[in-house]
Each structure stands twice: as structure tokens, then as C-alpha cells.
């Protein structure tokens, strides 16, 4: 089944404070800093991801000085330029993959994914009709929150529409699905087609929106707005989809870019490094953290990314669930410093109220406070 929703869904600021630049559309997230004297006393910018955070300490590691998230994260996502991942394309849920996929006459309820509906009745239940670019309604399972995995199933993103947000399913598994695009593996086993250009690898692209670059390339999105056509690559994988020099750095939460933007030190996870912004190795950047910088690696919760001596601390980025980075685990909360609590191996910053969980400047940071604690 193949939809052309047409979006890129960005996820702000590359990890998980990380843009996504994608389709789903949403203008990117506004950068808080560039360097560390743009933040308040006691906080350092994490360039990679354009956010303030406040160090982390944990003797745990020989009281090496560890870069966390302070909750303003401007709902981003991972590496190098994420796009603002909020759920919504230029034209929403319009279409589906194959007309063969809308079945039944339309019917006041829906039955099942993808049935033929009347679009004048949106609301079904667990469902909603949603109109297509042919003016046929089909039906979709509701979502509870569009931008991210939320409840839908496997192969399926929640993203919103006309009628709020409903689980989209997947567009594609290679490029060939795409046509002359390219597909994109966002998160949850959805992929999206990525609209592909005439630029080529190096040729100058802008704001890391489609339509640019050609198939298996994409937009790198500095901050700026100027970029370049970048090889789409794997930074999960076994290496090799980058050139020599080359690291395959952070774009949404499961597909990076390649990078010629190599550290001069430091190459695995938490090696000191420089220069800060640079990547240490695939899905690893050099971040601030103390008086020195820090090889950063993002990790996928659930899965064995981390090094033997590190986990996956799936709340280090708050009001994202979908991407963490590796950290030292932790046995007490006096190894992990004010505010914050060691649960599970991983140290929790303290709430009563969302707001806590947010900078003061950025109430709405998308991060919440669960018993007692910040996700």
C-alpha cells in the first residue's frame, strides 16, 4: 500500500533534540543557541541540537561531566537537523496508496482500514472518514497524538488530518516504491517518500524541504537555511553507506545523512572530542558538557545500540519516545546530580507539573510530568 502524503516530516533538530526534516510538514524549529555563551550561567548549547541543557553528573562514569536535556528541546528529535516533527503535511491524509486499498461502497460506519465512507460523517468511532484528493472518503484509525508512532500499529505514523490526527500507513520499504523519489524511514516501521529533485550530491539545497535533491539524496538543513545534497545512509547499520571521510550524522530518527563534518578526536562514545557539532562516528556527535566536549551517541530504545558500559536512556530527550542516547546507568541519586532521581538505571528529572519539565522561557516544550517524573 503506498500513500503520497508529501511530507516531510523534519524532526527538529536532528536527535532527539534533533529536527526532522521530512514531509509532514511545519516550519523547522527555532534554535535556541549556536554556542554556549547564548545560554543562561550553568547551562552549555548543545549545537547538534540548537538547545540549552544543563550538564549531568555522574560519579557512576568517575564524575565525568554528562550532557542532558533540561526538557527544552523544542520537541526535537535527534543529530544534525531533524525536522519540526508536529504531525502536519501540506495537504494532511489525502490520498491513499491504491485505489484497490479503498473497499466497499461508502457506509455510515467503519468496519475496518481503508473501507469506503461517506466524508460528511467523519466521526466513526475508532475511526475517522477522512476525504480523499478524489473527493471518496476512506476510513482511518484514530491517534491519539500526530507527529509521533502515539498508538497506531506497526507500519503506521499518526499524523494529522482534516478530522485530527489518524494513523497513516507506511508509503514505502526502498526507493523503488517512491517512483523517481526517495524513501525516507522515519520511525515504527513507516517510511515516507521524500520528492526528489535534479540537485546533486554537493549541489546546494535550502531549509532541507524536498523537491531537490535527486532520488537517495537529501537536503542536509544547516540552520542557516543554505545546505547541500547529502547520501541518504543508514545510522543504525554496519557502516559503509558514507564515503571515506565521511560519518553517517542524524537527520530523522531512523535515517541520517552523510557527513564530511568528522571530529578531529575523539571517536566512540563519551570520548572527549572537538570541534562540538562534529561527528564522532555514525549516529555520535561531539556535544558541550562541562569544560570539555563529549562523543554523544543516540541510541533506539529497546534495541542493543550502546556499548556494554552505557544504556539507552530513552527520557534523555522529554516529550520524545521514540529516540535516546547512551548514557552511564546509574545506581543512586547522588550520582546523577539537583533535580533528578535514579530510576531503572537512568536519572529522571523530579515534577509535580508539566512545567517543570520545560525551561521557563519554553512552557510548551512537549515534555510532561508522569508520576512524578518527566517524559
Known amino acids: ?38 545560554c543562561p550561567d550553568g547551562q552549555f548549547c548543545d549545537a547538534s541540537l540548537g538547545i540549552c541543557e544543563a550538564p549531568r553528573t555522574n560519579s557512576a562514569n568517575n564524575s565525568t561531566v554528562i550532557p542532558t536535556n533540561n526538557g527544552n528541546n523544542n520537541n526535537g528529535s535527534g543529530g544534525n537537523n531533524t525536522n519540526n516533527n508536529d504531525g502536519n503535511g501540506p495537504g494532511g491524509i489525502n490520498s491513499v496508496p491504491d485505489p484497490n486499498q479503498v473497499v466497499n461502497d461508502p457506509q455510515s460506519s467503519c468496519t475496518q482500514e481503508f473501507d469506503a465512507c461517506d466524508p460528511s460523517e467523519p466521526n466513526q468511532g475508532s475511526f475517522q472518514c477522512v476525504e480523499l484528493e478524489d473527493g471518496d472518503g476512506a476510513c482511518f484509525i484514530g491517534c491519539d497524538s500526530a507527529g509521533e508512532a502515539s498508538n497506531c500499529a506497526s507500519e503506521r505514523y499518526c499524523l494529522n488530518s482534516d478530522n ?29 517518500c521524500l520528492e526528489a529533485g535534479s540537485g546533486f550530491e554537493g549541489d546546494p539545497c535550502q531549509d532541507g524541504a524536498g523537491g531537490q535533491c535527486q532520488q537517495g539524496l537529501a537536503c542536509d538543513a544547516p540552520t542557516d537555511g543554505s545546505g547541500q545534497c547529502r547520501t541518504v545512509c543508514d545510522p543504525w547499520g554496519t557502516g559503509g553507506d558514507c564515503g571515506f571521510g565521511e560519518e553517517c550524522a542524524m537527520q530523522w530518527h531512523r535515517t541520517g545523512l552523510c557527513t564530511p563534518n568528522q571530529t578531529t578526536s575523539g571517536i566512540s562514545t563519551f570520548d572527549t572530542c572537538s570541534p562540538e557539532g562534529y561527528w564522532c562516528s555514525d549516529a555520535t556527535v561531539c556535544v558541550a558538557g562541562g569544560e570539555d566536549n563529549f562523543c554523544l551517541q543516540y541510541c533506539r530504545p529497546g534495541m542493543s545500540d550502546c556499548p556494554i558500559d552505557a544504556i539507552c536512556d530513552e527520557h534523555y530527550f522529554l516529550g520524545l519516545d521514540n529516540i535516546g542516547a547512551c548514557m552511564p546507568p546509574c545506581s543512586t541519586n547522588e550520582e546523577c546530580g539537583p533535580d533528578l532521581d535514579c530510576v531503572a538505571q537512568e536519572c529522571r528529572f523530579t515534577c509535580t507539573v508539566d512545567s517543570d519539565c520545560c525551561a521557563p522561557d519554553s512552557p510548551d516544550c512537549g515534555a510532561e510530568c508522569e508520576a512524578g517524573y518527566c517524559i
Open 1 to 38: 500500500m503506498r500513500t503520497y502524503l508529501r511530507s516531510i516530516l523534519l524532526v527538529a533538530g536532528l536527535v532527539l533534540g534533533f529536527s526532522i526534516a521530512g514531509g509532514c510538514g511545519g516550519d523547522e524549529a527555532e534554535r535556541e543557541c549556536e554556542t554556549s555563551e547564548d
Open 164 to 192: 485530527g490526527p489518524v494513523c497513516a500507513p507506511s508509503e514505502c520499504a526502498t526507493d523503488a516504491d517512491c517512483g523517481t523519489d526517495t524513501c525516507i524511514d522515519l520511525d515504527n516501521s513507516y517510511s515516507f
